[in-house]
C-alpha cells in the first residue's frame, strides 16, 4: 500500500507527465537499450522507430500517475498488458531494470524539477505497479504451460501450408513439430512469432492474430505484408513471411494469449466489424459462431480499398448463405471496375453512423467487437456511439501498443 503522502506526491506530477510523458519515455528506452541491448530481443523494433512505444508507455505512466490512489482504474489495461508480457515472455526481473531506467530518465529529463521527494515516490509506485503486473503474469504463465496442450516459452512449430488469401494476406497454417497437441484458445486471441531473419542482429517477435476457429490441429495465422509507405520501411517479419518462409520451414510460437475474447456465453446478435487486415481475429469469431451452432444474429461488416485486397470475401459469403443468421456488408474505399461490374461490395466510400444503422437489426441490443487501424477503429467508435450503442458493449484490439479510441477531454 503507498501511503497518502507518496499518492499526494505522484498526483502533484501528473500535470508534468502529460507534457513531457513522451520525452520521458524516449530517453527511458534509449537509455536501457544501450545498457541492456539483450532486450532488443523482446521488442518490437518498428513500434520503437515510430514511436509507438514510447508514446503508449507515456499513456500508461499517466494514467497510472492519475490513478494511482484507485489503481483498479487501470486494471482492464493492465490485464490487457500483462497478456503481451505472458506472450513474450517477459521475466520478474526485469520489471527491474525497467524500475532503474524509467526512474533515471524522469530525472534526466526532468532536471531539479524531480526532487528526491518526487523519485522516491514514483519508486514506492512503480515497485507497487511491478509487483500488480508481476503477480497478473504469474498465474498467466501458469494457466498457459498447465493446461492440455500448453508450454512455457517458445515451442517449434512447422508451416504445414501456406495459402495466398489476398493481394496482401497470406495464411499460414502452422503444426508443432513434435507431434504432440496444441493448447487451444478464445476467438480474438494471438499467438507470439519469434524468429531472426538472416543479416538481423537481433531475433524479432510479432503478434498474429488466430484467424480460425479453435479445435484444430493446427494454429492459422493471416499475416498482411506491410510495404514502405511514407517515412516507414518495409516491415521485417510480414515481408520475411511472404517472401522467404515456405510450406517445411519452421518457426518459434508462444502458446496463445490475449484478452480481447468472444464472449460465447452471450446471447444477445453480434456484430463484427473490421477493417483490412483487422478482419483475422474476426474470422476467428464467425468460425467459432458457426461451429457452435448456438443461434445468434451475426452482421459481418468489413472496410477494405477494393476486392483485390479484400480477404475471405468468399470464406464470408459461403457462411452468410448457408446460415441464414448471418449477413455480411462490405465497404470499399476505391473500388475497381471488376468490383463494380461484379457487385462485390455493398457501399464506396466509407463506413459511418448513418449506414451502421440501416444494416445492422438490433443496434442497442447487440455486442460488437472492433478491429482494425487507429483512425478505423476512432471513426467507428464514435459512429457506435453517435447511434447510441453502449461503450460496454463495445470491444475492440489494437493491433499493435495501447492508445485510447476515446477522445482525450472526454476521459475522466
Known sequence: ?????????????????????????????????????????????????????????????YAAALHIDN?????????????????????????????????????????????????????????????????????LYAASENQNGGWEGFRTFQVAKKVKESDLITSFYLMPTDGNSIATYQPGQYISLRMKPEGNTYAQIRQYSLSDAPGKPY??????????????????ISTYLHDHITEGDLVELSAPAGDFTLNTEDTRDVVLLSGGVGLTPMISMLNTLVDSHVRRSVTFVHAALNGEVHAFRA???????????????????????EDRAQSRFHREGYVDASWLSQIIREPLGSHYYLTGSVPFMQTIYAALCEIGVSPENIHYEFFGPKTNLIPASEVI
Open 71 to 139: 489503481l483498479a482504474a487501470v486494471l482492464p489495461a493492465v490485464r490487457q498488458v500483462a497478456h503481451k508480457h505472458r506472450s513474450l515472455g517477459i521475466a520478474p526481473e526485469q520489471y527491474e531494470i525497467v524500475g532503474t531506467y524509467l526512474l533515471k530518465a524522469i530525472k534526466d529529463v526532468l532536471g531539479d524539477a524531480a526532487t528526491e521527494e518526487i523519485i522516491a515516490a514514483w519508486a514506492d509506485a512503480y515497485n507497487v505497479i511491478a509487483g500488480v503486473f508481476i503477480g497478473l503474469e504469474k498465474d
Open 315 to 337: 470464406h464470408v459469403n459461403a457462411m452468410a448463405e448457408q446460415h441464414e443468421d448471418i449477413r455480411a456488408f462490405y465497404c470499399y474505399a476505391q473500388p475497381t471496375p
Open 219 to 236: 494454429y492459422r495465422i493471416s499475416v498482411k505484408r506491410e510495404s514502405a509507405r511514407n517515412e516507414r520501411p518495409d516491415g521485417v
Open 1 to 61: 500500500m503507498l501511503s497518502e503522502n507518496t499518492i499526494q506526491v505522484i498526483k502533484s506530477t501528473v500535470p508534468v507527465l502529460e507534457v513531457h510523458g513522451e520525452a520521458i519515455t524516449s530517453h527511458f528506452y534509449k537509455t536501457m537499450f544501450t545498457h541492456h541491448p539483450e532486450l532488443l530481443n523482446i521488442f518490437n523494433h518498428a513500434n520503437q522507430k515510430q514511436g509507438r512505444q514510447q508514446a503508449a508507455l507515456a499513456n500508461m505512466v
